[in-house]
């Protein structure tokens, strides 16, 4: 269960940096790095999601 609930946490938490993504694409100036540390903080949840996927598919604990 504990598993279940990091993964429903990594993925809200990719929702959140992805509309902050967009948020920061319509309103900042070019020379914001906000949107690329966004997309860096994505890309880290992304990994540790399919980390944990890949966790749990493999200890059965998903399936």
Do not use: E, N, P
């Not at 609930?5 to 993504?21: D, K, N, P, R, T």
């Not at 100036?29 to 493999?58: M, P, T």
């Amino acid at each position: 269960m504990l598993l279940k609930i990091l993964i429903l946490i990594v993925f809200v938490a990719m929702l959140a940096s992805l509309a902050a993504g967009v948020g920061f694409l319509l309103k900042d100036d070019s020379h914001s790095r906000r949107l690329l540390v966004s997309l860096k903080i994505r890309v880290a949840l992304a990994a540790l999601l399919l980390a944990l996927l890949a966790y749990g598919f493999a200890t059965g604990t998903i399936g």
